[in-house]
């Protein structure tokens, strides 16, 4: 699948577009963008993120800043993946809780 801009092919990207099936994710969501991604703007992010909480699924927006499609700055990254870990633990249902 190449390049293409929306407008030329809308029924294409309908089809690929996360937000058209929004009512229909029911899953806790972890939805991460970068601050200059040109490829998913973080305004899509924004929209995916509040059509869920709306529907009042559990969600979390986390937007990095000066960053692009690929969170590549370490310490960011390493906050990704933290970020994801702590996520996975908090959602899965078959996940139990450490003791303190």
């Known amino acids: ?9 809308p029924e294409l990207f309908e089809d690929i577009s996360s937000i058209t099936d929004v009512d229909q994710i029911s899953t806790p969501l972890l939805v991460s ?13 924004e929209q995916l993120y509040v059509s869920v909480r709306k529907q009042s699924v559990p969600a979390k927006l986390v937007i990095y ?12 990254a390493i906050h990704r993946l933290e970020s994801l870990t702590e996520w996975f633990r908090e959602h899965d249902p078959g996940h139990e809780p450490d003791e303190e």
């Open 65 to 76: 800043q000066d960053e692009h499609h690929n969170i590549s700055t370490p310490d960011r």
């Open 33 to 45: 963008a970068g601050e200059n991604d040109w490829r998913c703007p973080p305004t899509q992010a």
């Open 1 to 9: 699948m190449g390049v293409w801009p929306p407008w030329e092919e």
